[in-house]
């Protein structure tokens, strides 16, 4: 099945220092998402975007709709130990099939 | 409380023994959706509904059969599992009225072991 290149696999940061991910499709998306996973949980929703350039922020996260519409990206500023988790990056073309990235594992160090 | 609502949480069976795994939401919720979660391949869609008696196949739908029912059903059902099919399953709902579909609220997940 079709994945979509989410990058990098794993990050151990400092606390306070700025995190940044992204995912690429070969494929044009006309949603993209992005999602927290903690252990034992299901992934809760950050942040959605729906028009290419978009550009939106949920407290200390924000993401990009990439212009081309096969990538998107995310920034965590300040980051925290709560931080911790892995996040996903998804995409759907409207068919209501979402694809899933392989994820970012997150490591803040206090 | 808004929730999906997966059982059982954990199962450990053998292959060919037929297996269903509920999910429900009280959201009312028009979408639904079965993933599986398998290390270093992130999240990948089984089967989804869009309202009930409509489902279609996601990216790995054999293996399993889904249906639709009631609006807040979604079961997953093995009919002959195999041991390729241990992994952990997620149930996720959403709704264009609130928020949009992509706003998919995940329950908290079944780990399916099959021998």
Redesign the interface.
């Known amino acids: 099945g079709q994945q979509l290149n989410q990058s990098p696999q794993s990050m151990f940061i400092q606390e306070g220092e700025d995190v940044s991910m992204n995912c690429t499709s070969s494929s044009i998306f006309n949603t993209w998402l992005w999602y927290k996973q903690e252990p034992g949980e299901g992934p809760v929703l950050l942040i959605a975007l729906y028009k290419a350039g978009e550009l939106t922020s949920n407290g200390r996260l924000t993401a990009q709709f990439g212009i081309t519409r096969k990538d998107s990206f995310l920034n965590i500023s300040a980051s925290i130990p709560s931080d911790v988790g892995i996040y996903f990056c998804a995409g759907t073309s409207g068919t209501y099939k979402y694809i899933f990235g392989t994820g970012t594992r997150l490591k803040v160090l206090a | 409380e808004a929730q999906?609502t997966q059982n059982p949480r954990y199962l450990i069976t053998v292959t060919g023994k037929k297996l269903t795994v509920t999910c429900s939401q009280n959201m009312n919720h028009e979408?639904m959706?079965w993933?599986r979660q398998d290390p270093?391949?992130?999240?990948?869609?089984i089967y989804?509904s869009?309202n009930v008696e409509v489902t279609?196949k996601?990216?790995?739908p054999e293996g399993y059969k889904v249906s639709r029912k009631e609006k807040r059903n979604f079961p997953l059902i093995l009919e002959s599992p195999s041991p390729n099919q241990t992994s952990l399953y997620?149930c996720?709902s959403s709704s264009q009225k609130t928020?949009?579909?992509?706003?998919?609220h995940?329950?908290?997940?079944t780990r399916l072991s099959i021998l």
């Open positions: 999906v979408y959706s993933y270093g391949l992130g999240l990948r869609q989804y869009m279609d996601g990216d790995v997620f996720a928020g949009g579909w992509g706003t998919q995940f329950g908290d997940g």
